[in-house]
């Protein structure tokens, strides 16, 4: 199968033999990795990953490492001030007069010598982002939930999120130097979502804290501290180093530099390293605080100069033995994906023609019916006004209107509320309508007519959207219909000066 030619090439690039990597394959992924065919340029990366893992040392040697916690909860729950006040922490306990830089993580050391490493990457983009590529570098979650507000929809979303990766949960109630009374609530209602804390017999930590008077701050990194003694996290810091790229950036005077949050290995200077289809020699390292460091192990986010190109965030990244090496690992990489995405453009050919039979037969099917009584009770009303308007013999203004759907039933939806709930500022003519996304066209029509589209439930391409503003045509792009309907006339509102 094609995927067995893509591990047979993947052993060869690594100078392993293929049995060797299928075996490495089944341990990392279990036995149902062999009941898929398609081997997807991502797997193959992972898929090597794990083999230089593994044929570096066969018998890691493996020593504890600091936890890697994500900060998550609601907007305006507190997130922000909690990472700044950590970070804080982290400046006062480092060298003097350090300038904390955003480089998507930071090490806190505690009194105790042992670090915590926090990613603080803004909102769950990375985190979102790593899932999607089936990475999970985030050992444990510190949810924040301020006393005041309690429980809200993205808490939800979070315990779900972890919940799905497997992430243990430490809950910060947070704003406790005001709202304190409203946390034993708190913790009653998480039970509701699984969120089973101590108190209750359950396992997850919870510490009422407070960002913004500091208070709790050493419950929560003890707690921290715990939760992480409890998972044993060890990783071998004297191997080649792995990693995830957390951030990246073009830097004035270091070029594309990107922050690597060491996994495997120790990241030294000099490092060859290989991610997805960038590499990098190491040129230079930096921790948060700027300064220069030579070497990164385990759990250690660090700001990595010497990039070709910049990198992908969420990506791994892996170190090997040389320039050449690198290379070669890319050439491989380059032509799996080229002939990934080759596989994948043939899918979405025959997904689309797929798509374009079905949606002519479901037209065709409208048009014997509904669509041809719509038109004619359209123009019949049409007629009967403009007969109306003559007669009273002074034209009103009119609008003209071009409607696109998602699909033909919410089309007709549109069409009817619009016919029969005629804003009353000015006529408006339905000149022409659509199922799909706006397209080219759509513009081009509205131009010449001097319309409006009003887009039900599909997509605005930024092409589309540029073209539009180029021709000064207006597009209302919503998903729910009376909000359509509202800017509609807001928009019929301001056409009026022009028009009368
Ligand atoms: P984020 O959206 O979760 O990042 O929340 P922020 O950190 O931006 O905080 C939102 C607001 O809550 C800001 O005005 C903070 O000053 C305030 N805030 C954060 N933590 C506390 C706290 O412990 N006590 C009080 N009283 N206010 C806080």
Redesign the pocket.
């Known amino acids: 199968s094609t995927k067995s030619m893509k591990i047979q090439e993947i052993a060869t690039c690594f100078h392993i033999d293929k049995d060797y990597a299928l075996k490495t394959l089944k341990r990392a992924y279990g036995n149902d990795y062999q009941s898929t065919n398609l081997m997807s340029i991502k797997e193959a990366e992972r898929v090597a990953v794990e083999i230089v893992r593994k044929i570096q040392k066969k018998t890691p040697q493996l020593k504890p490492r600091p936890p890697i916690v994500t900060v998550m ?1 609601h ?8 990472l700044d006040r950590l970070r804080n922490t982290s400046v006062a306990a480092g060298e003097p007069g350090g300038i904390t830089q955003h480089i998507g993580a930071f090490s806190v050391p505690m009194a105790s010598g042992r670090t915590i490493t926090f990613l603080d990457t803004p909102g769950h983009a990375a985190f979102s982002a790593m899932r999607s590529r089936g990475v999970n570098v985030t050992d444990i979650i510190v949810l ?1 939930i301020a006393a005041n507000d309690g429980i809200m929809p993205q808490t939800l979303e979070c315990i779900e999120m972890a919940q799905e990766a497997k992430v243990p949960i430490v809950v910060a109630i ?5 709202h304190g009374e409203n946390s034993a609530r708190i913790k009653q209602e998480l039970l509701d979502y699984s969120v089973q804390l101590e108190e209750f017999g359950g396992e997850a930590q919870c510490v009422e ?5 500091g208070k709790g701050m050493e419950t929560l990194e003890e707690a921290i501290l715990i939760q992480s003694d409890m998972m044993n996290l060890k990783s071998d810091p004297n191997t080649l180093a792995d990693g995830v790229i957390i951030e990246t950036k073009t830097a004035k005077g270091l070029g594309p530099v990107a922050t690597v949050l060491v996994q495997r290995g120790t990241l030294k200077k000099g490092c060859v390293l290989v991610c997805g289809d960038v590499w990098a020699q190491v040129r230079s390292m930096y921790n948060e605080r700027g300064t220069l460091i030579d070497e990164a192990p385990p759990s250690t986010p660090v700001l990595a100069a010497g990039w070709k190109d910049l990198p992908q965030i969420g990506q791994e990244c892996f170190q090997v033995k040389s320039r050449a090496e690198a290379q070669k690992v890319l050439n491989l990489f380059s032509e799996l994906w080229r002939r990934d995405m080759e596989e994948k453009e043939r899918e979405k050919i025959s997904l689309k023609q797929k798509e374009e039979r079905k949606n002519v037969k479901r037209e065709e099917r409208e048009s014997r019916g509904q669509r041809v009584r719509r038109i004619t009770r359209v123009i019949q009303e049409e007629r009967r006004e403009r007969a109306e308007r003559k007669r009273k013999g002074s034209e009103t203004s009119q609008a003209s209107v071009i409607i696109k759907s998602d699909v033909a039933g919410s089309l007709e939806a549109v069409e009817e509320i619009l016919v029969s709930n005629q804003p009353t500022q000015m006529k408006v003519e339905i000149i022409q309508t659509g199922v799909g996304n706006v397209i080219e066209d759509d513009i081009e029509v509205a131009e010449t007519f001097k319309g409006v589209i009003l887009a039900y439930n599909v997509s605005v391409s930024k092409a589309v959207s540029q073209m539009a503003a180029v021709k000064g045509v207006t597009i209302i792009s919503h998903n729910v219909i009376y909000k359509l309907m509202e800017q509609l006339k807001d928009w019929l509102q301001d056409q009026l000066p022009t028009v009368t």
């Open positions: 909860g907007v305006d729950h507190g997130k922000t001030t909690l924040v947070n704003k406790c130097d005001k804290i407070s960002a913004l008077t």
